[in-house]
């Protein structure tokens, strides 16, 4: 089974304080996603990867960068976090081909 | 730009009934997906539907996709509360890149 992780299941922040978010898959797959997850506003991508090293901006990459030093492990990162940023994050994975995402269990992170 | 809507975006329905979601494209694809996510909890992938004319079956749930009509479906068959949840389906414009994810469709079966 394809298995997704993420470092934290909650977590609880000040603002301006910087916050990593790990996640880490074990079915070698190529690409990586973060996306968020608001009521009333669906999923929304933030970043994603298509390799090691390699990453492009999503729909809201504003406040957020990533890194992917290595295959199996993408993270997310809130250089200084702020109250808007409270929500669900969720990570997946996929091939290419086909583009079936796997997701993490999330992370529910408050900033107060 | 692809949009991917969903409808109904609610949907209460009495155990035993049967119903569709129906999932509409803007973009041609031939690559669709359905996710279900239950409360507070992560998306699990239900069915990848890769080619016109696919249909997939788990249990009491049937997903079909039409490119030609840009829809697919999901339909619920002699619905039991456990298939409460929300269900999400999402589409590939181009091979291996981002999904576009509809609204979700969040379905209440009542005893």
């Known amino acids: 089974d394809v298995k997704v992780t993420q470092s934290s299941r909650y977590l609880v922040k000040r603002t301006g304080e910087k916050v990593f978010l790990e996640c880490v898959q074990d079915m070698d797959h190529e690409n990586m996603f973060w996306y968020r997850q608001d009521p009333g506003l669906g999923l929304r991508l933030i970043y994603f990867s298509y390799d090691v090293k390699m990453k492009e901006k999503g729909d809201i990459p504003e406040g957020y960068s990533v890194s992917r030093e290595k295959k199996e492990r993408f993270s997310l990162i809130l250089e200084s976090a702020s109250t808007n940023q409270t929500s669900m994050y969720l990570c997946?994975?996929?091939?290419?081909?086909?583009?079936?995402?796997?997701f993490g269990p999330g992370t529910r992170l408050t900033v107060l | 730009e692809l949009k991917v809507e969903q409808n109904p975006l609610f949907l209460s329905m009495q155990e035993g009934k049967n119903y569709t979601i129906y999932c509409n494209y803007s973009t041609t694809s031939d690559r669709l997906y359905w996710y279900r996510q239950d409360p507070g909890k992560s998306l699990e992938s239900l069915f990848v539907?890769?080619?016109?004319?696919a249909v997939k079956q788990e249990g009491r749930l049937m997903a079909s996709l039409d490119t030609k009509a840009r829809l697919s479906t999901l339909h619920i068959t002699a619905a039991v509360h456990d298939l409460s949840a929300t269900y999400f389906c999402a589409v590939d414009m181009t091979s291996g890149s981002r999904l576009t994810f509809g609204e979700g469709t969040q379905l209440t079966v009542n005893p």
């Open positions: 997946a994975s996929s091939t290419p081909a086909p583009n079936e995402q796997f």
């Open positions: 539907l890769l080619s016109n004319g």
